[in-house]
């Protein structure tokens, strides 16, 4: 029977949110709408919008409140904090390489409708990611079904954004870096071990919580983000990953070994070998 591949993040968000353990991992997530924007933006500095059944990154927007300019005429009065209550923040919209800043929320969300275009959206609690070299970096855990029907995390890669990018994507211009080396620049070995551990749990704990509701569901690719304080956050689940990174960027062949034989065992159509360089 076919591998199962479920696209709508909304409908995936739901069932993890039903799990307690995995609820802690998800960052607030509503469908797009007015309501749901103003509800973000008064709890969260940084808002995602994104397509439901989005992939490689296309259309993912990020919002972020810009707070009041503190006039630097107004730099010798002592009462500053007068100033900053009476002055209004502002919106800052990324999308691509372009930004746009709006002086409402009202504002914001009229451009923001006409670029949705009655597409299903997501809002989602921004995550300030950690950074490599000064660019922002997820990672990617990879799980999937072992021959004799468990669960196992085979593989974590991680994926730094192009410059000026919002998005680590590949195909948005992220480039693909060892888990390890992007952990180097923020904590010790055994930290980083530490996060790896609860990574390949969280794959494991992911992949049961989904198959109650996708009996069929055969590998999953986690999106997490970890934020400056070592949070450690969901993004998104995708049921159709890419297998290839695992392939072509370790130098050890024994992890595509693996994710190739699970792949494999479970039906999933593989370029040949003389194909795949
Ligand atoms: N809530 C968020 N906070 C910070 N970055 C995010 C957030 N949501 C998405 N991103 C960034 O955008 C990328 C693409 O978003 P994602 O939800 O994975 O959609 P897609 O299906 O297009 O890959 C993520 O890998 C991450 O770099
Ligand atoms: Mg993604």
Redesign the pocket.
């Known amino acids: 029977m076919a591998i199962q591949r479920v696209a709508s993040?909304w409908a995936k968000t739901k069932i993890l949110l039903q799990n307690k353990g995995i609820a802690a991992y998800i960052?607030t997530?509503r469908r797009y709408s007015i309501e749901a924007l103003r509800e973000l933006l008064a709890a969260h500095t940084?808002?995602?919008i994104?397509?439901d059944r989005?992939?490689?990154?296309?259309?993912?927007m990020?919002v972020e409140i810009v707070p009041p300019e503190k006039s630097s005429e107004n730099s010798d009065l002592q009462d500053s904090q007068s100033i900053a209550e009476s002055a209004s923040p502002s919106y800052r919209l990324r999308y691509e390489q372009k930004k746009e800043t709006f002086s409402s929320i009202e504002a914001l969300h009229k451009t923001l409708k006409s670029l949705i275009n009655k597409r299903e959206y997501l809002a989602?609690?921004?995550?300030?990611?950690l950074r490599f070299e000064g660019r922002?970096?997820?990672l990617r855990v990879l799980t999937q079904k072992t021959p004799t029907g468990q669960w196992a995390t085979t593989g974590i890669i991680g994926?730094v954004?192009a410059k000026n990018k919002?998005?680590?994507?590949h195909h948005?211009g992220?480039i693909v870096k060892h888990f390890k080396t992007l952990m180097s620049e923020h904590m010790n070995a055994e930290e980083i071990e530490n996060i790896r551990q609860e990574l390949k749990i969280l794959g494991v704990n992911v992949a049961a919580q989904l198959q109650k509701s996708y009996p069929r569901l055969k590998e999953i690719g986690l999106?997490v983000?970890i934020d400056s304080r070592w949070n450690i956050?969901i993004?998104?689940v995708?049921t159709r990953p890419a297998l290839f990174p695992f392939k072509k960027f370790f130098k050890d062949p024994s992890i595509y070994n693996t994710v190739r034989k699970y792949a494999q065992a479970y039906g999933r159509k593989l370029p040949d070998a003389k194909k795949a360089r």
């Open positions: 993040k960052p997530t940084v808002v995602y994104k397509p989005g992939t490689y990154g296309i259309g993912v990020s989602q609690q921004g995550i300030d990611l922002p970096f997820d994926r954004a919002i998005v680590t994507n948005s992220g999106d983000a956050w993004l998104e995708n």
